[in-house]
């Protein structure tokens, strides 16, 4: 509020009705949207420099996965860190800590808001995520944010820490491509009841010609496995792309299995069993 009024914005005017006050000293029109981005936005006028959004809030604008079943996010606090020596700062509606890393260790996110680098996020946050979700987390910053050397780099640079032997089992699990934390999920239910391993995204090629990628294939006997969330039956194009890619996999002789979020969370037996009859038929052995 100081520098809107010495820019010569009247007191009156800053409590005007178009107006909402998210923090102390802090106003936004009030026709802007409450979403996230809008949200640490405006947390970003009340943080001191050098601060970086972590936690839930980060994962979110790098599109990263989370926990299974948490809260709605908006009813959260957003999450931030600074680099000592500031003292982390009491701002209503944010969660705010130090971290060391969060200095030189940031990113930019499309909307332009500074994130821990998504490596030191997944170091800051899988001590307090589910296993499988910190394997998740993992390999959705192997996909789009960093290269497992750097992974590697992050961890080493934990050595000693108390999470520093959790972060190296989880590391070892990660596989690229992943496309979505579901996937992870599905592969490690089905090494986990001791299932081959598949292979992540690997293209399917045919006399020279490119004719799909499932998410998890055992390309010596043909089998893939595809995870449709939601989206694959809401969206129209995004449904027929499916079809057309599961027909041309089985002209080539291949199995495909389709799994839901159902499937791997509410009747994962059955899944396991579904898999691994198909391998079984196809002539695979373990």
Known sequence: MQEAQALGVSRERLR???????????????????????????????????????????????????????????????????????????????????????????????????????????????????????????????RAWATQEVMEAAVTARAGDRTCVLLRRVLALVRYPVDSGMETHVRLLLVGCGLPEPVCGR????????????????????????????????DAQQWASDIRRRQLLERHGWRVVVLTAADVLRWPEQAVALVTAVLQERGMRW
């Open 16 to 142: 005007g009705r178009d107006l909402r006050a998210p923090h102390r000293g802090v106003r936004v029109p009030a026709d802007l949207p409450d979403d996230l981005v809008t949200r640490c936005r405006a947390a970003s006028l009340a943080l001191p420099a050098g601060a970086v959004f972590t936690g839930r809030t980060a994962a979110v604008l790098c599109e990263l996965p989370w926990r299974l079943g948490a809260p709605p996010l908006l009813s959260q606090p957003l999450e931030a860190v600074v680099p000592p020596p500031l003292r982390a700062p009491r701002i209503d509606g944010v969660v705010a800590g130090r971290s060391r890393w969060a200095g030189a260790s940031h990113r930019l996110v499309p909307s332009g808001l500074r994130v821990l680098h998504p490596a030191h996020l997944w170091c800051e946050a899988a001590v307090d995520l589910p296993f499988v979700d910190a394997v998740a987390l993992a390999d959705g910053v192997r």
């Open 203 to 234: 293209d399917v090629v045919v006399d020279g010609g490119w004719v799909a990628r499932p998410d998890l294939s055992w390309p010596q006997v043909r089998v893939a496995v595809e995870y449709d969330g939601g989206h694959h039956r809401t």
